[in-house]
């Protein structure tokens, strides 16, 4: 098949090169939403929050900036979005790892093939823009196309003296330090060199002392060289970036009972607790372009190692203490170890040590003609992926000493060793065709994988194994009047199955529909979309965060039929209260039910016994965001409400946390800005105004809160 799809590609490429010989304007070619004060004709479901909007809250939690985008399903868990579970459309959040995340239109994941989980996101002040594709939008991007894609902008290189600053403090330590410059350096070569410092002391405090924050650093530099051209203007883009964090972050939270008394307690065994990681990226970007035509070529390769230092396998502890009194009185450091000379309990520190790379080629074109009298774009790419993740996972042994965790003597114990690679061929072709007042969007996936798996320990447990797919879509979008139109769609879902995964353990497929309706007057943007996502299989995997059973980490299960289904609202006003102030405000709503169609026992710890018509885990029913601001010339001030439902821990019975349930939850944050006119302006923000703690989540390890209320005064000047 991966001759098929590159003749394919070849073919594509060779027909819409020809000809056209308009002059080109420079495209940066990444962001492809336009949300004006028009109503938007594209087919499919997609949201861009911009630069303005990303500066209304000076969010660096990818998850408070998501919360104003429908058909988005979020597990919190450390607080400051450190690790994002993110979903669309009911999807698991775990980890992101069923959302195609990319960065300036690549891949951006670990290794998104092999290893899905996105422990690395990147640092989300830097971005100008973020983009959410869901249903036949996200026919372009893949391999995960059962929810969608999310694509973060980075800043694009500016052609004259540009630059900026910006400086904030906060409760609980919290700092942020931001700034870019750019200018061209000679003519047609344009420079950007861009840093980022976040840090906090944490909102947890560790019983007997230790650190609970996180130090984060970011470093982006760009150069970018035009070339104008009499049949094509031409652009040569290289990109480096390096990011680092040091975050004491763990899996351990608290039973119910002590969260009750204190939700930001931590236990005094999660002291030695430590994530360091590190990621490099480099990326080549050629844009050859005219009027009609646009092909951008992109050659990266994305490094990452993380060693996450954690306490693990705590689960029944943190759900019935009773039963476990003499565990439950050294991990909170009340009972030492050694008790009367003999060893109690070990706690057993994981090491998750790992190295992952991702690298490719991708090349995406657009070319508009008319053909029969209609008019035609048609969008094509091709994209040569190769990922890889090793495994070096090892044990030490901990004591409690007068409410100390302190290590053993003795040497680390490596339990996990292998590696997971995978090398993917991809194509997409697509055609978008007007008639008259109906825009069609015809278009079709490839994906063909090898996967390789390989145990470092025993060489002889290894596997090879192929898949080859074809992902058909199609979508539309009928204008009934100047300023209203109805959007349709219906495309082929699909998740991998990682390398190490028998041949019985199926990948995920489903055939996903929506159907809604837009309105744009100029003054009220509404968008109102249902959606069907019909699974004939189901599919998760277990980690140490969603199930943390040594025997089967890494493991994929088989859930059978299922169905997602909801509607996503949206509602954006601006209502001028006099020449000098305006109130605009917008509203949000996300309804999801999801059911199993099969019973069912399972080993997955998520899931148990299922009978028909259990819902899937950590999917709220219900999303509600509100938002409203007061604008005048030189300040704005705006307050967001964020409401989530109750969501399932697990969705069958006789597993660990069956019954159990998050809190639902109000979150009300608020922000003000002043204009200081050639001086910059100040802000300040308050998250979470009203200082509620909710359990969010009892994976892993017990009930974790969200952020308490939090301070943050900043300046910012820009040139």
């Known amino acids: 098949m991966k001759k098929t799809l590159l003749a394919l590609a070849i073919a594509s490429c060779a027909t819409s090169v020809v000809a056209k010989d308009n002059k080109a304007n420079d495209i940066e070619h990444i962001t492809i939403i336009s949300h004006g004060d028009k109503l938007r004709t594209e087919s499919g479901s997609a949201t861009l929050v911009s630069e303005v909007e990303l500066e209304k809250y000076e969010y660096d939690d990818i998850h408070r900036i998501l919360a104003k985008v429908p058909g988005v399903n979020i597990r919190e868990e450390d607080g400051y979005g450190l690790r994002p579970n993110i979903g669309f459309r009911g999807v698991t959040p775990e980890r992101s790892k069923k959302v195609t995340i990319l960065e300036d239109g690549v891949l951006i994941g670990p290794a998104p093939y092999s290893a899905p989980a996105a422990y690395y996101f990147p640092v989300t002040t830097r971005m100008t823009a973020v983009e959410v594709f869901k249903g036949p939008a996200a ?18 290189v500016p052609f004259e003296m540009t630059g900026g600053l910006d400086l904030a403090t906060g409760t609980d330590g919290y700092q942020k330090a931001h700034g870019y410059f750019g200018t061209e350096v000679t003519k047609n070569l344009g420079l950007l060199v861009e840093g980022v410092r976040l840090q906090a002391d944490g909102f ?4 007997n002392g230790g650190d609970s924050g996180f130090k984060k650093n970011d470093l982006l530099v760009k150069t970018k060289y035009l070339l104008d051209g009499q049949a094509f203007d031409q652009s040569f883009e290289l990109k480096l970036s390096y990011a680092d964090e040091n975050s004491d972050e763990t899996y351990l939270g608290l039973t119910d009972a002590d969260f009750n008394a204190n939700p930001y307690r931590r236990y005094a065994a999660s002291q030695p607790a430590n994530m360091d990681t590190e990621h490099t990226q480099i990326m080549f970007t050629h844009n050859l372009s005219n009027d009609v035509f646009s092909a951008t070529t992109r050659i990266y390769r994305n490094d990452y190692e993380r060693a996450w230092r954690k306490l693990g396998g705590l689960t029944s502890i943190m759900t019935n203490p009773e039963l476990y009194e003499r565990e439950y009185a050294v991990i909170t450091g009340e009972q030492n170890s050694v008790l009367d000379g003999e060893t109690s309990m070990f706690l057993v520190m994981g090491t998750n040590d790992r190295e992952y790379y991702s690298q490719g080629i991708q090349i995406d074109a657009d070319y508009e003609f008319s053909l029969g009298g209609l008019d035609h774009k048609l969008a094509f790419g091709v994209r040569y992926h190769e990922d890889e993740i090793e495994r070096k996972h090892f044990s030490e042994n901990y004591q409690m000493l007068d409410g100390y965790a302190e290590k053993t003597a ?17 194509v997409y072709i697509e055609d978008t065709v007007k008639l008259g007042n109906l825009t069609v969007s015809a278009g079709v996936r490839g994906e063909d994988m090898d996967m390789y798996y390989t145990d470092l320990v025993d060489r002889d447990d290894w596997q090879r194994k192929s898949t080859q797919i074809w992902l058909p879509g199609v979508s539309g979008f009928y204008q009934v009047t100047e300023n209203a139109g109805v959007l349709f769609g219906v495309h082929q879902g699909f998740v991998p199955s990682s390398p190490q995964q028998a041949s019985d353990v199926k990948v995920e497929k489903s055939i996903n529909y929506e159907f809604g309706g837009r309105f744009n007057d100029g003054a009220t943007n509404i968008e109102l979309v249902s959606f069907f996502n019909d699974y004939s299989n ?47 405000y917008s509203f949000t709503y996300t309804y999801t039910k999801s059911e199993f169609l099969e019973s069912f026992e399972s080993d997955f710890e998520q899931w148990g016994d299922i009978s028909d018509g259990d819902s899937v885990q950590y999917l709220p029913e219900h999303q509600f965001n509100f938002e409203i601001g007061l604008a005048a010339n030189n300040w704005e001030t705006n307050l967001i409400v964020k409401y989530v439902s109750e969501m399932d821990e697990a969705a069958g019975d006789n597993v660990t946390l069956s019954g159990f349930k998050t809190e639902s939850s109000v979150i009300v944050d608020v922000s003000a800005t002043y204009d200081l006119g050639q001086y910059g302006r100040i802000y300040g923000k308050v998250d979470n105004l009203t200082d509620e703690a909710y359990i969010i989540s009892r994976r892993p390890y017990g009930a974790r809160p969200n952020k308490p209320r939090q301070f943050v005064i900043g300046y910012k000047y820009q040139f």
């Open 410 to 426: 003795g040497d680390k114990v490596f339990t996990t060793t292998n590696i997971e690679s995978t090398e993917a061929l991809s």
């Open 139 to 156: 026919i372009k991007h893949g391999p995960q196309t059962v929810a969608g894609t999310l694509n973060m902008v980075t800043r694009q």
């Open 204 to 207: 947890k405090e560790i019983d």
């Open 538 to 584: 189901l599919k998760e995997s277990c980690s140490q965060s969603s199930c943390g059973t040594q025997g089967d980490l890494d493991r994929e299960f088989n859930g059978g039929e299922v169905n997602v289904y909801g509607l996503e609202a949206q509602l954006r006003q601006s209502y001028p209260i006099s020449t000098q102030f305006d109130m605009p």
